[in-house]
């Protein structure tokens, strides 16, 4: 990646252009999406010994054909590419027992680490097989029961989740149970980026949300930046649903009722006393945003004042500004805003991550 530097972006923010340029998406899909971790799957969903299972890395955006083949017993899958080496077709179509890979186009045959077997019509070939003839295999990092992986990635995965994992180091996450029954997937008419920008600044919350204004306290509301990620701090507005904290906690003696982080470019992980919501923005086009909604129960009777009923019903109030902000963009006499300093200073660490990494300064102020 070029080491190029871009403009300093404290004035104002992303242009409307920005938002409704295909180019610009479309370059981002290789510039961002491609360079990050990207969550693929939970140990739930993990083939069993003997087995391989397809999956697709980013649905609807990277569409990355994958493969996940069982490790041994008690230990993670590894990850390949799901892509014969020989005419790009898709080599496992559904998950089965397996003890190699063969592609049913033209026979080629794989081993389950990826390495090239054999291939009909290939015995008089020179040079042949090369490194490009075997299948591509990929890191999967894996943070409680959850694996992820990266097709290039521009930086390492302790430095996305390592503040998470020191702050909630308390948290048995290997005793998150998904619950479908409360997952659900939303289709929004935006682009996925107003949809994250929605979710990184407090500043609307009084003015959106009433029962999320009822339960914090937004006088204590502030933004902790890391290094490719933020924290918000959800403090209770009473005694109610918080979170037991542990001595060695640097919340301790503090109501927190949630935990709202944000790993870049697209996860946000919200913890609260009962389990985990955990959402990932996934781009279907310029102007359209499929947000995936799983839910991970560690205590059901902590369910109170704040349930996956509410977190519905503040997605619903979410995704009405987001429309609102996506016709407004359309305008052209709005060109660009100026960041609420002490709201909106994820918003702004969000825009400077995507302008390094997308190696251009996207036409900001």
Known sequence: ???????????????????????????????????????????????EEGAVAPVTLLPGALNEPLLLVAGARGESPSCLSNVCTHRGAILVEHGCQAKSLRCRYHGRRFSLDGSYQSAPGFEESVNFPQKQDHLSSLKLEHWGPFAFASLDPAFAFSELMGHMSERLSFLDLDRLVFKPELSNDYDINAHWALYVDN??????????????????????YRTELFQYGNLQLGVAAGKGDCFDLPPHSQDYGQEIGAYYYWLFPNMMFNFYPWGLSLNIVSPQGHDRTRV????????????????????????????????????????????????????????????QLMARLMDTELGID
Do not use: C, N
Not at 15 to 33: G, V
Not at 214 to 220: P, Q, R
Not at 293 to 310: I, K, Q
């Open 1 to 47: 990646m070029s080491e190029k530097r871009v403009a300093p972006i404290e004035k104002r923010t992303l242009p409307a252009t920005f938002y409704r340029s295909r180019r610009l998406y479309e370059h981002s899909l290789d510039a961002i999406f491609a360079r990050t971790w990207q969550w693929l799957t939970d140990s739930g969903s993990y083939p």
């Open 199 to 220: 979710y990184l600044e407090g500043l609307h919350i009084p003015f959106v949300h009433p029962s999320l204004t009822s339960v914090l306290d937004l006088k204590s």
């Open 292 to 351: 995936h909604f799983r839910t991970y129960v560690l205590d059901e009777t902590r369910m109170g004042s704040y349930s996956p009923a509410d977190i519905k019903q503040t997605e619903m109030e979410d995704e009405d500004v987001v429309h609102l902000v996506q016709k407004g963009i359309q305008s052209r006499l709005y060109q660009s805003g100026r960041y609420a300093p002490t709201w909106e200073q994820g918003v702004q660490q969000f825009h």
